[in-house]
T-cell receptor, first 109, second 114 residues
Framework: GQNIDQPTEMTATEGAIVQINCTYQ??????LFWYQQHAGEAPTFLSY??LDGLEEKGRFSSFLSRSKGYSYLLLKELQMKDSASYLC??????????WGAGTKLIIKP | IAGITQAPTSQILAAGRRMTLRCTQD?????MYWYRQDLGLGLRLIHY???????GKGEVPDGYSVSRANTDDFPLTLASAVPSQTSVYFC?????????????FGEGSRLTVL
């Protein structure tokens, strides 16, 4: 079966750096997405990786290793507003998105 | 700019009743999707439409139906609601069906079936 694994919850301190991991097993691969979802709100797009390596976008970076079935989202200079759930999703060979359950990130002052 | 709009925002429904969740987008996106989100689970695809006039079944289609009469609207109907359909429902759209474009989500419809 297809599976996306990410930690259920993580806690970090304001101003620090946090890495949220995502491992996947899917039938084929056509890209990996990260979305941010604040409580009670809709998910919003953060990043897309289809080739191995690091994609940097401001305070957020996303890394992909296709051979390891692994990605991480790196958040730097954490702010209180970064408290949210972070969803990892993989597009399989049929171009269907398979979603992880999300990682709830709690930022403490 | 509205983007993608869902209605109602929240609804409590008696089991056995019929319910339609509305979804409208003004971005002229070809592809539209309905997901449900339940605590501890990832988003699960209910139905999708790659372009106006076509629809397809997702991972959890049973008990739901959709239509896509035009580009903008993609309503989701529960013919006879059951308590297991209590969930938050998200409509989404993208400018390329099955492609690598990002999804744009509506604000969600919280449905409680008693």
């Amino acid at each position: 079966g297809q599976n996306i694994d990410q930690p259920t919850e993580m806690t970090a301190t304001e101003g620090a750096i946090v890495q949220i991991n995502c491992t996947y097993q899917t039938s084929g691969f056509n890209g990996l997405f990260w979305y941010q979802q604040h409580a009670g709100e809709a998910p919003t797009f953060l990043s897309y990786n289809v080739l191995d390596g690091l994609e940097e976008k401001g305070r957020f970076s996303s890394f992909l290793s296709r051979s390891k079935g692994y990605s991480y989202l790196l958040l730097k200079e954490l702010q209180m507003k970064d408290s949210a759930s972070y969803l990892c999703a993989v597009m399989d060979s049929n171009y269907q998105l398979i979603w992880g359950a999300g990682t709830k990130l709690i930022i403490k002052p | 700019i509205a983007g993608i709009t869902q209605a109602p925002t929240s609804q409590i429904l008696a089991a056995g009743r019929r319910m339609t969740l509305r979804c409208t987008q003004d971005m002229r996106h070809n592809a539209m999707y309905w997901y449900r989100q339940d605590l501890g689970l990832g988003l699960r695809l209910i139905h999708y439409s790659n372009t106006a006039g076509t629809t397809g079944k997702g991972e959890v289609p049973d008990g739901y139906s959709v239509s896509r009469a035009n580009t903008d609207d993609f309503p989701l109907t529960l013919a006879s609601a059951v308590p297991s359909q209590t969930s938050v429902y998200f409509c989404a759209s993208s400018d390329s069906a099955g492609g690598t474009g990002e999804l744009f989500f509506g604000e969600g419809s919280r449905l409680t079936v008693l």
